[in-house]
């Protein structure tokens, strides 16, 4: 058979065209490893992360003067010694308080802090957030020789009321900062919509905006329940009597330059741990989506 030029040049049927070829899945570094190598790391982290849980758990319930690494006999005679005789059942009644009261006034003023730096457009926004910002750097114990001068001149020492406005405002510039954020990422035009519907400024944040913003409320009021709840500072020079102290301080009671009773502290460190953990049982997933939310400008 006589092969010319043009049956050379001359294109290939369309039913023989070549396959294109498949992509190759990149392979990556951690792909290839053997499981060993990813859980043994990550074993021998949770280990000596829950070493520290169980210790306090065996000296919370083991006998007093017992030396055995397994709880038993139990025994509960330590919680009922930190809750009545050392008045726990007062520092949680207080602590309780606390953080829910700071939670409640947090969330309220950075709700409108966030809306007006969000939505508004003024002469020193950005040195106000830039403040806000450089705030964040000033630690708790320079403000509490003028806090104390206030409280002071408004008789408000030993009061609990101090101690939520102070932690208010310590918490208030992280808070308004995330909030902000949170509705940034709320399309303007939702609210815009509103408004030719004949809604008002108001309405139209209570109706459209805000039931966006439930992982960013959840998230900014979880933090300042969980820091006021563990704060230890402030209610230690605000507070004077016993009757009106927090668990934090109440734990600082349970040591004493002669002896420490490891029962009753470890008791009291499980009170005072329990009703954390619960909460961040509850709310984790609300959590993780409001501060992945805040942390990404809209």
Request: proline share 6%; charged share 10%; hydrophobic share 55%.
């Amino acid at each position: 058979m006589i092969t010319t030029e043009a049956t050379k040049a001359a294109p290939a049927p369309a039913h023989a065209a070549p396959a294109a070829p498949r992509p190759t899945k990149r392979r990556r570094a951690w792909d290839e490893a053997p499981r060993w190598q990813i859980y043994l790391p990550l074993g021998i982290y949770l280990v000596f992360t829950l070493i520290p849980f169980y210790w306090i758990l065996l000296f919370a319930l083991r006998p007093a003067g017992s030396t055995s690494l397994v709880p038993w006999p139990m025994t509960f005679v330590h919680f009922e010694k930190v809750w009545t005789d050392r008045s726990f059942g007062t520092f949680f009644y207080n602590s309780v308080l606390v953080g829910v009261a700071t939670l409640i006034m947090t969330t309220l003023v950075a709700l409108a802090g966030g809306y007006a730096l969000a939505r508004f457009d003024f002469k020193i926004k950005r040195a106000f957030m830039l403040g806000l910002l450089c705030s964040q750097f000033v630690p708790g114990a320079l403000l509490l020789v003028p806090l104390f001068e206030i409280f002071a001149g408004l008789q408000m020492i030993n009061s609990l009321g101090s101690v939520i406005i102070a932690e208010t405002v310590f918490q208030l510039p992280l808070s308004m900062i995330l909030i902000s954020n949170f509705i940034k990422n709320v399309p303007y035009t939702l609210e815009e919509a509103a408004w030719v519907d004949g809604c008002n400024r108001m309405t139209s944040f209570r109706i459209v905006v805000l039931p966006l913003l439930r992982p960013g409320l959840i998230a900014v009021g979880s933090f300042a329940f969980v820091h006021s709840w563990n704060h230890f500072l402030f209610a230690l020079m605000f507070l004077n009597n016993q009757e009106k102290q927090t668990i934090p301080v109440g734990l600082n009671t349970l040591m004493s330059a002669d002896s420490v009773d490891l029962g009753a502290l470890a008791a009291g460190g499980i009170i005072a741990a329990v009703p954390v953990v619960i909460v961040f049982a509850f709310i984790q997933k609300w959590l993780i989506t409001g501060f992945s939310a805040g942390a990404v400008k809209g």
